[in-house]
Structures are given as C-alpha cells and as structure tokens.
C-alpha cells in the first residue's frame, strides 16, 4: 500500500486471557513470580507462587500457605512458628506476619522480589530491590502491610502498538513511561473495565479525528500487538486472540481534464480502507 496520510485505531476486542502472575523471567532478569524471604544470620527460602489470575483474598491464601511452609521448614525459626497472609478488601493492601518463639533467631527479616511483582502485591522496593518486615514489641513476630494498594487484576491500562505504524503516526497519548513525545509504538490506550475471563471493548471516542503518518509512502507489512501499563514486553494470551478494527486514509492522485481543454488539472481525494 501506497500514499497512507493517516491512520486510526477505531475499535478493540482483547480477551482477558492473559495471566497477571506470570512464570518468565522478569526484566531484571530475576524469576517474575517469586518471593525469597531473607533473615541476616544468613539464611534464605524462596517460594514461587503459581501464574494465574486471582483475587485479593484468593492471592492471599495462596501466598500464606507459601509462606507458612517455608516459615514452618526452616531451622532458623522457633517452634511453634507459622506465616500467614490476609486481604484487606477495604484498603486494597496485603498483611504478612510471621510467628514464632523467643528468643528470635534471625535477626532482622526483609523479601527480595522483581518489580513487577512487588506492584501486584503493592510493595515498595528500596534500591536493593528488598522489602523490609517490621519488628513488633513481643520481638515474637514480624508484620509487612503493603505500601500501596496492590494490582491483583494487573495494571488499569492495556496499550495497542504497532512499530511499523506506531513511530510515524502521531498518536496523541499521555506521555510517561513507555511514551516520550511521539516516538513510541503506542497507538492507542484501552482501559481495562472487566474481571479476568471477560472481553475487554473499547471504541475510539474521537473516531473523526485522524493521525497523520507523515506522508508515508509506502507499507508493506504491519505488526500489531498489546502490552499492559508500563511493561513494554507483548502480552501472552494463551492461546486466545485479539481483534483489532485499524483505519488507514490513503490520498490517490487523479487527474481530470477541464471543460476549457487545460489538462494535468490535479485533484486529492483521500478513501477509507478498514481492517
């Protein structure tokens, strides 16, 4: 395809499909999915919880039975001694304690995790990428609440992105963390408004509105894919697909000959086409 001045997202059916959990190496590097408790007088246990969707309270159960077993196995911990996790459903955050005997063995107790699964569990990392537990006056127990409110159904905003498309066209999206000005790949923000196992819909509100490609000559392929928040990494649907309903203005040259004779008179006429 030729002579493309202007191109448009009009409208997107993306399946909730996709794992907020997720078994890949983050990043960073680091497996995205686990958690390692660490304790100064030098130990560590680790626990990778399940890719998946949940809940708040489903997660919660999850992780507290994580945390229970390897709170439960460890040496370094005095019997009788347990872990536990709760949901608070009124200010969206997790509370992990962990109980145990005096006098208490490790000294000091913080989890080391990716960042991408600190902001599902609403955690701060320092810039050690730790977390710290807090000390309670019984020096019996360790409490950690989540700084945040914790994404436990993945980041609010879904992104359609075209690298072909998505550098030329001047996609007016709020700029941040994966957009700086127009270069980007950013062609539309989708907000995620339904659970897990729904379908995301969403249409252009503005569908009159054109982006201009700059004048470009010429397409040949075109790639399309989603990223969520400010992950640029493609989302995995395991398996399901997305529809994408794209708009591409195309100016054809014609040229017309006048009542008078005078010919080469040039006319613009920009057509339609959808995908």
């Not at 020096?139 to 075209?162: F, R």
């Amino acid at each position: 395809m030729t002579n493309i001045v202007g191109a448009k997202i009009l409208e997107v059916n993306i399946p909730f499909s996709y794992y907020v959990i997720v078994d890949r190496f983050s990043l960073s590097g680091t497996v995205e999915n686990r958690l390692t408790l660490n304790w100064d007088i030098p130990g560590s246990a680790s626990f990778d919880i399940p890719a998946g969707n949940y809940t708040g309270t489903s997660l919660a159960t999850v992780i507290g039975a994580l945390l229970n077993a390897v709170i439960v196995a460890s040496a370094n911990f005095i019997a009788p001694k347990s872990g536990s996790c709760t949901y608070d459903t009124s200010t969206g955050k997790f509370i992990m304690t962990v109980n145990h005997s005096a006098p208490f063995a490790p000294a000091g107790l913080y989890f080391s995790c990716s960042s991408e699964l600190a902001v599902t569990l609403g955690f701060t990392l320092d810039i050690l990428n730790f977390i710290y537990w807090t000390p309670q006056t019984s020096a019996a127990q360790y409490t950690l609440t989540s700084t945040k409110i914790a994404m436990v159904t993945g980041p609010n905003n879904l992104y359609v992105n075209s690298r072909i498309l998505g550098n030329v066209c001047k996609a007016y999206l709020p700029e941040g963390a994966l957009s700086v000005g127009e270069t980007n790949p950013q062609m539309a923000m989708v907000p995620v408004n339904v659970n897990p196992g729904g379908i995301i819909w969403w249409q252009d509100p503005a569908p009159q509105e054109v982006f201009d490609t700059r004048n470009l000559f010429s397409l040949q392929a075109l790639d399309l894919y989603i990223t969520a928040g400010t992950d640029r990494r493609p989302l995995l649907f395991n398996g399901l697909g997305f529809q994408v309903k794209l708009m591409l203005f195309i100016k054809n040259n014609e040229q017309s000959t006048s009542q008078a004779g005078t010919l080469g008179q040039n006319r613009s006429v920009l057509s339609i086409r959808n995908f």
